[in-house]
């Protein structure tokens, strides 16, 4: 038999990892949109797109932004490749 206790840590655990991981794409989505629209998610200035690489013609694409700003730097993958028509 299962005490109770572990049963509610089990379960904060499992909640807590469900909402962080809910806040992280939400954060990560959100400054994925602002840097393809060339604004910084840190300090709101010009980022620039520094690399773009491509996993094969219908894999996803790494855009790769960096700021010479303020010096954020991120990686995102994006599905969104549509010079292919998959
Ligand atoms: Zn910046």
Redesign the pocket.
Known sequence: MSDPFTIFLLLFLFFGTIIAATYYYKEKRRDYYNAIQGI????????LLEDKRSAGCCGPVQLSFH??????QNTFSSYDNGSCGC
Not at 40 to 47: D, S, T, V
Not at 67 to 72: D, N, P, R, S, V
């Open positions: 910084c998610p840190k300090c709101n200035k010009e980022i700021c010479e700003h303020c010096g954020y």
